[in-house]
């Protein structure tokens, strides 16, 4: 069934695994302390809560197994990027992550998708690289490469790019600073960017500037279905500038996977950027 057609589920399709081996059992970004393991049974139903708000306001849910021993592949925004029935795969910068590659390759194949990589460099997917609209936005400086978003932006035949260099390491992630409400407007954490680089995102797309007190909660880490916006809770200052602008926050507690360094969004691909 073609889920974006159908009024239940207006959209489209997000890719997400249950977690079923989630933990922090190594360190690669300042957020993932070893000292503070996430509690298991809290995870789970914080998962189930994203889950459920996808559901209920319209989004499609497609599963891939969580692989024991790669507690990290929770977060399905790092499988690669989607643009129609093509998917470049990530390729990961450490080699803790490394091994959830074969399993989302699987996924990508059985579905149907036909599957690319970049040949050199690394590549973390929707984590550093968004569409809004035709425009791809794309993070390199912690975890994907530069030159490696050139070749993403030929094979997914992306007419504009707009590529910004990352420079606090709490923001490793483009999807960590920075989420298109439309092809027209983002949400964004400035202090994530330099000056020229956040006046070239300015030039390209409408900024909400969210306070850095909301951005270290991980507020800009949201899906977005519509009119309608689920993030983390605990950021009342972004909930009204959405709400000002027509949007309604749903905000649901994801402590469990900010001490991973990651919320609702690094949690979800979106699979159907046309
Ligand atoms: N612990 C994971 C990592 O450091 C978190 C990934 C978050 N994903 C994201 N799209 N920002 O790779």
Redesign the pocket.
């Known amino acids: 069934m073609n889920a974006t057609s159908s009024p239940l589920f207006a959209h489209g399709r997000w890719l997400v695994c249950k977690p079923k081996d989630y933990d922090v059992r190594y360190q690669?970004?300042p957020w993932?302390d070893l000292s503070k393991t996430p509690e298991k049974a809290l995870a789970a139903s914080q998962w189930m809560n994203l889950h459920h708000h996808i559901l209920r306001l319209g989004g499609w849910l497609e599963y891939v197994e969580h692989a024991q021993g790669w507690p990290?592949m929770v977060?399905t925004?790092?499988a690669g990027l989607v643009r129609g029935k093509k998917v470049v795969l990530s390729k990961f910068r450490?080699k803790e992550?490394a091994g959830e590659e074969p399993h989302f390759r699987d996924w990508f194949h059985a579905a149907g998708y036909k599957v690319f990589e970049v040949a050199k460099g690394a590549f973390?997917g929707?984590?550093d690289a968004l569409f809004a609209g035709d425009t791809l936005f794309c993070g390199y400086g912690f975890?994907s490469d530069r030159t490696a978003h050139e070749e993403v932006a030929a094979l997914l035949n992306v007419k504009k790019l707009v590529v910004v260099q990352l420079q606090d390491p709490r923001y490793?992630?483009l999807?960590?600073c920075f989420c298109p409400l439309t092809p027209k407007l983002a949400l964004v954490h400035p202090g994530a960017f330099n000056a020229s680089d956040l006046a070239l995102l300015e030039q390209s797309i409408e900024l909400i500037r969210v306070p850095p007190e909301e951005a270290v909660q991980f507020v800009c880490?949201a899906v977005v279905l519509g009119t309608d916006v689920v993030l983390p809770s605990g950021c009342t200052a972004t909930y009204k500038a959405l709400a000002s602008r027509g949007y309604t926050a749903y905000p649901v507690a994801l402590s469990e996977f900010i001490k991973?360094?990651?919320a609702a969004?690094?949690l979800s691909l979106k699979l159907d950027n046309v």
Request: with cysteine; proline share 0%; aromatic share 8%.
């Open positions: 690669i970004n993932m990290d977060f925004a790092n450490h992550r973390e929707e984590g975890r490793y992630h999807d960590t880490n991973a360094g990651g969004k690094c």
